[in-house]
T-cell receptor
């Protein structure tokens, strides 16, 4: 069976510090991978998605970046965090050439920038 | 830019009441999903609809995809406290790779 992991679960970082959030998927190959940010009680804002190693599409200009160094690993980074980067970060995957766009989400990372 | 607007944004009802949540866009989608999310967790898939006019039922939940594949609705019959949560619709395009999420509907069912 497939599983998706995110870490850390919670993070408190000062403004101006770097960020690295990691997402890994097990039990599948060539998944499409997605990073979202969610404000409290609101919908999901798509940040990045990837259809393969080294292939990253950015949806929103900001001080965040993403990388996919391995097939099942997706990393979200920042060199200098802003207060507005606080939120709930979710990683999701879609099976390669299967289904109709159904996404499977990780448990999320709660980021607070102070 | 594709947008999905959900209405209402918030809904607080008594146990046993019926409700409908709407998901509207001016864009055509290849498919549309509905998710439910509990606080502090990731969204969980409820259903996928693909064909215009399609209706799917999941126990007390009924999902419908608009004929033109631009909108969808979720109807809950006899709501239960366990239905409480954030409901999200999501439309796909670009060969199901690109996903746009709706603005969300926060439902509270009071016992």
């Amino acid at each position: 069976s497939q599983t998706i992991h995110q870490w850390p679960a919670t993070l408190v970082q000062p403004v101006g510090s770097p960020l690295s959030l990691e997402c890994t998927v097990e039990g599948t190959s060539n998944p499409n991978l997605y990073w979202y940010r969610q404000a409290a009680g609101r919908g999901l804002q798509l940040l990045f998605y990837s259809v393969g190693i080294g292939q990253i599409s950015s949806e929103v200009p900001q001080n965040l970046s993403a990388s996919r160094p391995q097939d099942r690993q997706f990393i979200l980074s920042s060199k200098k965090l802003l207060l507005s980067d606080s939120g709930f970060y979710l990683c999701a995957w879609i099976p390669f050439r299967a289904g109709k766009g159904e996404q499977y989400f990780g448990p999320g990372t709660r980021l607070t920038v102070t | 830019t594709q947008l999905l607007e959900q209405s209402p944004q918030f809904l607080s009802i008594q146990e046993g009441e019926n409700l409908t949540v709407y998901c509207n866009s001016s864009s055509v989608f290849s498919s549309l999903q509905w998710y439910r999310q509990e606080p502090g967790e990731g969204p969980v898939l409820l259903v996928t609809v693909v064909t215009g006019g399609e209706v799917k039922k999941l126990k007390r939940l009924t999902f419908q995809f608009g004929d033109a594949r631009k909108d969808s609705s979720l109807h809950i019959t006899a709501a239960q406290p366990g239905d409480t949560g954030l409901y999200l619709c999501a439309g796909t395009s670009g060969g199901y790779q690109k996903v746009t999420f709706g603005t969300g509907t926060k439902l509270q069912v009071i016992p």
